[in-house]
């Protein structure tokens, strides 16, 4: 049995992957605002900072995995917080994390991201980039140039962010070299208290007007039963992956777009890459 760290236990995905864990006799230190082993605002330095020193301690600075599943909806007037807890609130706490999950040998990380990621047109690749470098002020300011409809833009941009920074993280000597799988799962609509707050914002039409080809909408459930399988020796060879659950929604926006052979554009660096992997090894 493991020792398992999750954000966002509390409620919705984090919570249905909590019960499912423990379900199957395993540890689990539960990170969120209330109701849990630890409790801590990640939209904040300091409630970062406290959750990842409170979660080494509780498990002896060793930790078999990682489910990031805290998180933010696109809220207008929110854009700061939505960007703090979706980006800084996962990248903050898996380094410091790290050399926990090292420690293990074998160790599996689940980043909870979403399928706005490639269903929002026309994020700013400016604000995505703002956040890899860590430039908060920049991601807000770009995203503030749609104004009043900045509230999907900040939200997308900040899982875009999350999910580069977590492929890149995948294939590094200080992840994957060490022994942590990292994935991201990407979420369509479930059946979350976020989703529910979304509609009550007057939303109603928009979510249930999205092309969900299998129909209706997803389980916590649902959510919790391929996170745990993602933390299982069955994912052993999954890394960098981004796992789409969604109903075929992105399928149905994306046919085409995935997946796409190396063009003559993409050649010069296809060779680039294959270059630093020999020398690597």
């Not at 864990?21 to 801590?40: C, F, K, N, P, S």
């Not at 430039?135 to 900040?158: N, T, W």
């Not at 969604?246 to 052979?261: C, H, I, L």
Request: contains cysteine; charged residues 20%.
């Amino acid at each position: 049995m493991g020792t398992y760290a999750v954000t966002g236990a509390a409620s919705g995905m984090g919570r249905a992957t909590t019960e499912r864990l423990r379900g199957d006799g395993h540890t689990v230190i539960g990170v969120d605002l209330r109701d849990v082993e630890v409790i801590a605002d990640l939209a904040t330095p300091q409630g970062r900072a406290t959750a990842a020193q409170e979660v080494l301690a509780r498990a002896g600075d060793r930790l078999d995995g990682a489910v990031c599943a805290a998180g933010l909806g696109g809220i207008p007037g929110r854009d700061r917080l939505v960007q703090q807890v979706n980006y800084f609130g996962v990248v903050e706490l898996l380094e410091a994390w790290r050399p926990a999950l090292a420690a293990a040998g074998n160790s599996k990380v689940v980043v909870i991201g979403s399928n706005s990621t490639t269903l929002t047109p026309m994020v700013p690749e400016s604000a995505v980039r703002a956040l890899l470098r860590g430039d908060q002020e920049k991601a807000l300011r770009v995203v503030g140039r749609f104004r009043g409809r900045s509230a999907p833009f900040a939200y997308a941009s900040s899982k875009l962010a999350v999910t580069r920074w977590a492929r890149h993280a995948a294939i590094s000597p200080q992840w994957s070299g060490a022994g942590i799988r990292v994935n991201v799962l990407a979420p369509g609509i479930i059946s979350t208290p976020l989703l529910e707050e979304q509609i009550a914002r007057g939303e109603k039409e928009a979510v249930e007007g999205l092309a969900v080809p299998i129909g209706g909408r997803g389980n916590p459930k649902d959510v919790g039963d391929w996170v745990t399988f993602m933390l299982s020796p069955a994912a052993d060879f999954l890394c960098g992956s981004v796992i789409f659950l969604d109903g075929g929604s992105d399928a149905w926006f994306r046919t085409d777009d995935w997946p796409v052979s190396t063009g003559p554009a993409g050649i010069l660096r296809y060779m680039r890459r294959a270059k630093a992997w020999r020398e690597r090894h």
